[in-house]
């Protein structure tokens, strides 16, 4: 037996008030008095009553949905900081009635197209940048359009626009200055991408603590990776077999850092003895192998972006449209002094 469909017309019957006075009590309009929209807002909870959304949305020109394309390669995403970005972005649009679309595209040609389907077809009211790059033809784009949007990185281009970003150098100066601090000279590093914004922050971090320390920054000591687990290992691999050694590794995120470590493990160097290692993010897998890092709240900034952006949708000006976060170290067990021979 199919069940009745729960109109406003139900709604009127079993409160009493008119069609056009429940309709506007649940829209929220001030001509209803607050006792007599909580009326209205019970019974709809009551009878299970869900809004007609296409013509909610045809009737505000909305479509409640913020737009996300991830830029990562391959069929699948593995790395944790995705997970935990869509996870805060997704919970922070629920608690204002919003939806996400998401969709995934690696840089280039395709990615923008995916980015003019989105804004062209009307299809967001609104999206959410990730992982800024070099003269960053998304950020670009956007500005030149009239669609609210948020990212979550700086860019070296002359466009204000709405951010949240860690201060990734700071975070890698102060990871290079501990290890030094623990005695640390030859210290390798696995960069990431150079076109991405974070990657030379991160670097420079790097370069400045050894510059500071009186040390050079060799960049023999210095072997790209693409943030990857498999780009993580071969990075490692390429560090492990120079002479002499690094005694320590940071690597630009936590996914080539855990890399770095099962690489290590499988020639027999101890980690937190013969060799120390450290990465950047705090992922999950990062705790478990008590593994030293600079820790972003990335889930929280999920939830900062979905509320800037909400914010910007409703035609809000925003408190503060540059934020800059610091991260924080963390400091566990796969870094030590190094050994002395």
Same mark, same amino acid.
Request: aromatic content about 8%; overall charge neutral.
């Given at each position: 037996?199919?069940?009745q469909?729960?109109?406003?017309?139900t709604?009127?019957?079993?409160?009493g008030f008119?069609i056009?006075?429940?309709?506007?009590?649940?829209?929220?309009?001030?001509?209803?008095? &607050?006792?007599?929209?909580?009326?209205i807002?019970?019974?709809?909870?009551?009878l299970?009553?869900?809004?007609? *959304?296409?013509?909610?949305?045809l009737?505000?020109?909305?479509?409640?949905?913020?737009?996300?394309?991830?830029?990562?390669?391959?069929?699948?995403?593995?790395?944790?900081?995705?997970?935990a970005?869509?996870a805060?972005?997704?919970?922070?649009?629920?608690?204002?009635d919003?939806?996400?679309l998401?969709?995934?595209?690696p840089p280039?040609p395709?990615? $923008?197209?995916?980015?003019?389907?989105?804004?062209?077809?009307?299809?967001?009211?609104?999206?959410?940048?990730?992982?800024?790059?070099?003269?960053?033809e998304?950020?670009?784009?956007?500005?030149s359009?009239?669609?609210? /949007?948020v990212? /979550?990185?700086?860019?070296?281009?002359?466009?204000?626009?709405?951010?949240?970003?860690?201060d990734?150098?700071?975070?890698?100066?102060?990871?290079?200055?501990?290890?030094?601090s623990?005695?640390?000279?030859?210290?390798?590093f696995i960069?990431?991408?150079?076109? $991405?914004?974070?990657?030379?922050?991160r /670097?420079?971090?790097?370069?400045?603590?050894?510059?500071?320390?009186?040390?050079?920054?060799?960049?023999?000591?210095?072997?790209?990776?693409?943030l990857?687990?498999?780009?993580?290992?071969?990075?490692?691999?390429q *560090?492990?077999?120079?002479?002499?050694?690094?005694?320590?590794?940071?690597?630009?995120?936590? !996914?080539?850092?855990?890399?770095?470590?099962?690489?290590?493990?499988e020639?027999?160097?101890?980690?937190?003895?013969?060799l120390?290692?450290?990465?950047?993010?705090?992922? @999950?897998?990062?705790?478990?192998l008590?593994?030293?890092?600079?820790r972003?709240p990335?889930?929280?900034i999920?939830?900062?972006?979905s509320?800037?952006?909400?914010? !910007?949708?409703?035609?809000? @000006?925003?408190?503060?449209?540059?934020?800059?976060?610091?991260?924080?170290?963390?400091?566990?067990?796969?870094?030590? &002094?190094?050994?002395?021979?």
């Amino acid at each position: 037996m199919m069940t009745q469909r729960v109109t406003l017309k139900t709604i009127a019957a079993k409160t009493g008030f008119s069609i056009t006075t429940v309709s506007r009590g649940l829209a929220g309009y001030s001509d209803v008095s &607050p006792r007599t929209k909580q009326i209205i807002l019970e019974a709809a909870e009551v009878l299970g009553y869900y809004p007609n *959304l296409t013509a909610r949305q045809l009737q505000k020109q909305s479509t409640d949905t913020v737009g996300l394309i991830l830029p990562a390669q391959g069929p699948r995403f593995s790395d944790p900081y995705f997970s935990a970005i869509i996870a805060g972005i997704g919970d922070e649009l629920a608690q204002h009635d919003m939806d996400l679309l998401l969709s995934k595209h690696p840089p280039g040609p395709k990615e $923008l197209s995916a980015y003019r389907r989105m804004v062209e077809g009307q299809r967001v009211d609104g999206l959410i940048v990730i992982r800024t790059r070099k003269q960053d033809e998304r950020i670009s784009y956007l500005s030149s359009t009239s669609l609210p /949007f948020v990212v /979550f990185g700086r860019s070296d281009l002359d466009i204000d626009f709405p951010y949240i970003d860690e201060d990734s150098e700071v975070g890698f100066f102060q990871l290079t200055t501990y290890l030094l601090s623990q005695g640390h000279t030859r210290i390798g590093f696995i960069s990431g991408p150079d076109n $991405l914004m974070f990657a030379n922050f991160r /670097f420079d971090g790097y370069c400045r603590a050894l510059q500071e320390a009186g040390l050079t920054c060799d960049m023999e000591y210095v072997v790209r990776g693409d943030l990857t687990r498999k780009g993580g290992e071969k990075a490692a691999r390429q *560090l492990l077999l120079l002479a002499p050694r690094p005694t320590a590794i940071i690597a630009t995120n936590d !996914l080539m850092a855990v890399a770095t470590v099962s690489v290590a493990r499988e020639k027999d160097i101890k980690i937190g003895e013969d060799l120390s290692v450290a990465g950047f993010d705090d992922i @999950p897998p990062s705790d478990y192998l008590s593994l030293t890092t600079m820790r972003q709240p990335t889930y929280e900034i999920g939830r900062r972006l979905s509320n800037m952006l909400h914010q !910007l949708i409703k035609g809000n @000006p925003l408190e503060d449209r540059h934020v800059l976060l610091k991260p924080e170290m963390i400091v566990r067990n796969s870094t030590c &002094p190094p050994r002395s021979y």
